[in-house]
Each structure stands twice: as structure tokens, then as C-alpha cells.
């Protein structure tokens, strides 16, 4: 069984940053997506970015194309998500997911993942 586990969370201030990161285990992930994703109160959850952990492309979200940075760890499991020049529209519930996927690379719909964390708070102050 595949478990996420998300930490680095936080409240900062807007222009400022946060790294998240995603810490995975019960698996060998050489033929898993990781993503993140986001949910603000009362909106539905979106993509912000996905990494393939075979050959490391990435993929952002155009709201953090620029901003945002996806990178990862093969001897510790974990993907990383550098965020820089935070925007209050940036607070969300951030969630890490995983699939494993031999044939369509990636994809920004949550429910192709089949694997969630449990989500750590990242708040932005103006």
C-alpha cells in the first residue's frame, strides 16, 4: 500500500516562500506520477504540478508556471514542490498524489490519481 505523507506547510507572507514536501513509501516508484494539488475553501481541487519519476518532467499549472519548482529525491522517496513569490490566492490545502501509470504519463484530473496524502495547509497573508 502506497502512502504519502506531506509536510512543510505554513503561514507566510505574500512574495515570500514555502517548500512543501512529499515523502512516499510502500512502494518502488520508478513508474509513478507524483502531483500536487490544492483546494481552497469552497472550490473544487485543482492541479498545480506533477513530476514522472522515471525521467523527471514536469508539468505546472499555469497560475505557478514561473513560481513553482517540482523536484525529488530518489534515495529518500520524496518529491519536493518549491513555491516562491506566494500569492494570497496561493492558500489552499495542499495535497500530494501518486499513480502508477506504464502507458498516459500525467494527467491534471485528481481522479486519475490513486493515491492522496493527507493534505498540509499552506496560508498566504497579503
Known amino acids: 500500500q502506497v502512502q504519502l505523507v506531506e509536510s512543510g506547510g505554513g503561514l507566510v507572507q505574500a512574495g515570500g516562500s514555502l517548500r512543501l514536501s512529499c515523502a512516499a513509501s510502500?512502494?518502488?516508484?520508478?513508474?509513478?506520477?507524483m502531483a500536487w494539488f490544492r483546494q481552497a475553501p469552497g472550490k473544487e481541487r485543482e492541479f498545480v504540478a506533477a513530476?514522472?519519476?522515471?525521467?523527471?518532467?514536469?508539468y505546472y499549472a499555469d497560475s505557478v508556471k514561473g513560481r513553482f519548482t517540482l523536484s525529488k529525491d530518489n534515495t529518500k522517496n520524496t518529491v519536493y514542490l518549491q513555491m516562491n513569490s506566494l500569492k494570497p490566492e496561493d492558500t489552499a490545502v495542499y495535497y500530494c498524489?501518486?499513480?502508477?501509470?506504464?502507458?498516459?504519463?500525467?494527467?491534471?484530473?485528481?481522479?486519475?490519481?490513486?493515491?492522496w496524502g493527507q493534505g498540509t495547509q499552506v496560508t498566504v497573508s497579503s
Open positions: 513530476i514522472i519519476w522515471n525521467d523527471r518532467s514536469t
Open positions: 498524489a501518486a499513480k502508477f501509470t506504464t502507458t498516459q504519463p500525467m494527467s491534471d484530473s485528481a481522479r486519475w490519481y490513486d493515491y
Open positions: 510502500g512502494r518502488t516508484f520508478s513508474r509513478y506520477t
